[in-house]
T-cell receptor
Framework: KAGVTQTPRYLIKTRGQQVTLSCSPISGHRSVSWYQQTPGQGLQFLFEYFSETQRNKGNFPGRFSGRQFSNSRSEMNVSTLELGDSALYLC????????????FGAGTRLSVL | GESVGLHLPTLSVQEGDNSIINCAYSNSASDYFIWYKQESGKGPQFIIDIRSNMDKRQGQRVTVLLNKTVKHLSLQIAATQPGDSAVYFCAENESGGSNYKLTFGKGTLLTVNP
């Protein structure tokens, strides 16, 4: 069974631009969560999607948004990029909500210049 | 297991020794805990999990201990191998509420010397 797939693996953008990251969960998994990882703040929760609805959101500005499609694939979007948005963005999927192992993809490394 | 600022706690062991990685969690309502291993350039990889109704759980070469009284988790790795070198994170989740998210510790860097 294929794991969580994130595309692209690397992105370079400039300040003010916007970016869209994609995540394909493990087949059969319906919950998708996004995390931001930086050396200073570690792994921080962005949001969780289940059944095409955002169920939970972390403490990030409105420039960070996402969506989930009917096949459980998810995208996250960051608008008006800032230098501080440079990070590894990780997607994780799980069978359902509540308790359960979240399986992570390899991440998308975003660099904002 | 908790770090301050940019500095990860580090643990250096010899190959074949046992390793113990500690983690203090923050939410007394958390009832599900996971340990992840992250190698350079990869996403976190599941190692072992434990629910709050258990004190101990064993896997292959790994054991997780949970002390709810002091909100402390530990991961024990037996016969540590060079391939175990990575950053290890504990994560907690409060499953009973409407929030389903993992809250991660800052991580511990484990280095295994051959």
């Amino acid at each position: 069974k294929a794991g969580v797939t994130q595309t692209p693996r690397y992105l370079i953008k400039t300040r003010g631009q916007q970016v869209t990251l994609s995540c394909s969960p493990i087949s059969g998994h319906r919950s998708v969560s996004w995390y931001q990882q930086t050396p200073g703040q570690g792994l921080q929760f962005l949001f969780e999607y289940f059944s095409e609805t955002q169920r939970n959101k972390g403490n990030f500005p409105g420039r960070f948004s996402g969506r989930q499609f009917s096949n459980s694939r998810s995208e996250m979007n960051v608008s008006t990029l800032e230098l501080g948005d440079s990070a590894l963005y990780l997607c994780a999927s799980s069978l359902s909500r509540g308790m359960g192992i979240q399986y992570f993809g390899a991440g998308t490394r975003l660099s904002v210049l | 297991g908790e770090s301050v600022g940019l500095h990860l706690p580090t643990l250096s062991v010899q190959e074949g020794d046992n390793s113990i990685i500690n983690c203090a969690y923050s939410n007394s309502a958390s009832d599900y805990f996971i340990w992840y291993k992250q190698e350079s350039g990869k996403g976190p990889q599941f190692i072992i999990d434990i629910r709050s109704n258990m004190d101990k759980r064993q896997g292959q070469r790994v054991t997780v201990l949970l002390n709810k009284t002091v909100k402390h988790l530990s991961l024990q790795i037996a016969a540590t191998q060079p391939g175990d070198s990575a950053v290890y994170f504990c994560a907690e989740n409060e499953s009973g509420g409407s929030n389903y998210k993992l809250t991660f510790g800052k991580g511990t860097l484990l280095t295994v010397n051959p």
